[in-house]
C-alpha cells in the first residue's frame, strides 16, 4: 500500500453523476486513475485561460473539504487510519443540503450548497472531531503562514487545536473551481459558467458517503484513494 505525504477526508461525487462527469471535464483530470480528460468548451472562455485559472483545484482534485490535509501521526498507518474513517461514517447518516448554486468566494469560484447547510458542517465537524488522533501537529513555520492571512481570535484557536483556522462555526462547505481570479475574471467566468452549471443545481444536494485523497508530496496531484458510505 503506497504511502502519502498527506491524506485529507473530501467529499467527492461519484464519477458517473452529472456532477462528478462536470468536474473531472472542468479540470480536466480523474482524480481516481490520474488520467487527463477532455476539458469542457465553455462559450466566452478561452482554453487557455480556464486552464491557468484552475491549477490548484487540479492538483486537489474536484472536491469539498470535509477534513483538510493532515500528516499521519507515528504510530498510526493508513489502513489504521481507513478503519477509523468507516467507523466514523457507520454512525453519521447521509447529509442532505439545499441545490447547489455558483457564487463567488473572494476572488474564487465555488459550487456551495443553499439552506439548510447546517448538515455539512455538523458532517465536516464529526470527521475533524472523530479523526483528529490521527493527525500529526504541524510545525510553528506552517501555522505561521496559515496565521499570514489574517485570522480571528476564534479562527486562531481552532487553529491551534484542530490544525486549521476554517472549521467547526467557521467552516463554509465547498467545490472549488477556479483559483483566486482578477477582479475582471471574476465576472466572465461566473457568466460563462452559470448556463453550464445551472442543471447541476436544480435538485437537493446529497452527501452519501465520503472519500480519503492522498498527497503524494511534490506538488503532484492528490489521488482519491478510497470511498465510505455514510449508514449510520
Excluded at 448538515?119 to 510545525?139: H, K
Aim: overall charge neutral.
Amino acid at each position: 500500500m503506497t504511502d502519502y505525504q498527506r491524506y485529507a477526508i473530501y467529499f467527492a461525487p461519484n464519477p458517473q453523476s452529472a456532477l462528478g462527469q462536470f468536474g473531472d471535464a472542468w479540470l480536466g483530470r480523474d482524480c481516481i486513475s490520474g488520467a487527463d480528460v477532455a476539458r469542457l468548451n465553455v462559450d466566452g472562455l478561452d482554453p487557455g485561460e480556464i486552464a491557468t485559472a484552475t491549477t490548484s483545484p487540479v492538483r486537489y482534485g474536484f472536491h469539498g473539504t470535509l477534513k483538510p490535509p493532515f500528516a499521519l501521526r507515528p504510530g498510526y498507518s493508513r489502513s489504521d487510519l481507513e478503519a477509523a474513517i468507516n467507523a466514523c461514517c457507520a454512525k453519521i447518516s447521509p447529509v442532505l443540503c439545499g441545490p447547489l448554486m455558483l457564487k463567488a468566494i473572494g476572488r474564487f469560484l465555488a459550487l456551495v450548497p443553499t439552506d439548510p447547510v447546517a448538515p455539512s458542517g455538523d458532517l465536516a465537524a464529526s470527521l475533524v472531531r472523530g479523526l483528529d488522533d490521527f493527525r500529526e501537529p504541524e510545525d510553528e513555520v506552517a501555522m505561521n503562514k496559515r496565521r499570514a492571512v489574517g485570522l480571528t481570535d476564534r479562527q486562531e484557536a481552532y487553529l491551534t487545536r484542530w490544525g486549521y483556522p476554517y472549521v467547526m462555526e467557521e467552516f463554509r462547505f465547498h467545490l472549488t473551481l477556479t483559483n483566486k481570479l482578477e477582479t475582471d475574471q471574476v465576472y466572465r467566468f461566473e457568466n460563462a459558467l452559470k448556463p453550464v452549471v445551472g442543471p447541476l443545481c436544480k435538485e437537493p444536494f446529497a452527501i452519501a458517503d465520503v472519500c480519503l485523497f492522498g498527497d503524494p508530496g511534490g506538488g503532484k496531484p492528490f489521488r482519491l484513494l478510497s470511498r465510505f458510505a455514510l449508514t449510520g
